[in-house]
């Protein structure tokens, strides 16, 4: 039962170089994003998806893009990275049905950017 | 607008004290969803506990039980007899219509043998 995935789990990254998130979840949900966790500040939404081809923007969507291609799939592109975007990211999915439904979360990758 | 406030940054106790953890949210919307979630050092976020806006009805389960009070805004969440396994950052989070979560900044807890 592998629910949420997120590759890699460690990255280092140097300044401008760009890399992509990758997370896959084999439970059929519709609803999936991505948050960043830093220091003191919880966690924030980076970017949403409903379903495939849907997607919108979170609360900090700068420096980010996503697509989503499959139900399963959700990857999180950074296209420049910067040292501001140092941060642990998780993916999360759940079922759209309705706003209740709990919030299956991957494992987190943490990411440095120097 | 949409928030959550957990005001306590960290908490220190001693094995088998209890332990109060405070969420306080806000929220224009009549329906909404409020939950725990727990972050042991590993960092996996662990889901706790759900609650509809509809459904005041405090809960137990085991050591751990929760108080929804709509009055206040408030969704506080106490562990009875505190273990040093309990020792982790706890996340109180509020779900929109919009399929947003909404997390408070974390309360780190530590428990001390």
């Known amino acids: 039962n592998a629910g949420v995935t997120q590759t890699p789990k460690f990255q280092v990254l140097k300044t401008g170089q760009s890399m992509t998130l990758q997370c896959a979840q084999d439970?059929?949900?519709?609803?999936m994003s991505w948050y960043r966790q830093d220091p003191g500040m919880g966690l924030r939404l980076i970017h949403y998806s409903v379903g495939a081809g849907i997607t919108d923007q979170g609360e900090v969507p700068n420096g980010y893009n996503v697509s989503r291609s499959t139900t399963e799939d959700f990857p999180l592109r950074l296209l420049s990275a910067a040292p501001s975007q140092t941060s642990v990211y998780f993916c999360?999915?759940?079922?759209?049905?309705?706003?209740?439904?709990?919030?299956?979360f991957g494992e987190g990758s943490w990411l440095t950017v120097v | 607008a949409q928030k959550v406030t957990q005001a306590q940054t960290e908490i220190s106790v001693v094995e088998k004290e209890d332990v109060t953890l405070d969420c306080v949210y806000e929220?224009?919307?009549?329906?909404?969803?409020l939950f725990w979630y727990k972050q042991p050092p590993s960092g996996e976020l662990v889901f706790l506990i759900r609650r509809n806006s509809f459904d005041e009805q405090n809960e137990i389960s085991g050591r751990y039980s929760w108080n929804f009070q709509k009055s206040t805004s408030s969704f506080n969440f106490t562990i009875t007899a505190s273990q040093v396994v309990d020792s982790a950052v706890y996340f109180c989070a509020l779900r929109s219509n919009f399929n947003k979560f909404y997390f408070g900044s974390g309360t780190k807890l530590n428990v001390k043998p």
């Open positions: 929220t224009r919307d009549t329906t909404y969803y």
């Open positions: 439970m059929n949900h519709e609803y």
């Open positions: 999360a999915s759940s079922y759209l049905a309705d706003s209740g439904n709990t919030i299956y």
